[in-house]
């Protein structure tokens, strides 16, 4: 399994990014999913996923509720991660994640996924 996440960048407060997570090597449907970010000193937080149900159904952290948005596509073996509405605190690398065998009450918990993307760095001016 390989993911490569894309769409970092400098922003201004108020503004969008889009990042992808292009995987190799699985199946949407049998592995859970995850976006986490992790900024400078703090540890590595839950942003959104997918249970590997490999229904619609995502799970967000509350700060992410209302601005960030994920999506996947499985034609394209992709996953999103549509950021509108971005604030400073935002600030961080996002990573994503994917695992077989996790389950759904532990999608919040990074140390449950066996696999990383290189992660993309988001940058918010203020």
């Known amino acids: 399994v390989q993911l490569q996440a894309s769409g970092g960048g400098l922003v201004q407060a108020g503004g969008s990014l889009r990042l992808s997570c292009a995987a190799s090597g699985l199946t949407f449907s049998s592995y859970a999913m995850g976006w986490f970010r992790q900024a400078p000193g703090k540890e590595r937080e839950f942003v959104a996923g997918?249970?590997?149900?490999?229904?619609?159904?995502?799970l967000y952290a509350d700060f992410a509720k209302g601005r960030f948005t994920i999506s996947r596509d499985s034609a394209k073996n992709t996953m999103y991660l549509q950021m509108n509405s971005l604030k400073p605190e935002d600030t961080a690398v996002y990573h994503c994640s994917a695992d077989r065998s996790i389950i759904l009450s532990r999608l919040r918990d990074a140390r449950g996924y066996h696999f990383w993307g290189q992660g993309t760095q988001v940058t918010v001016s203020s």
């Open positions: 997918f249970n590997r149900s490999g229904g619609s159904r995502a």
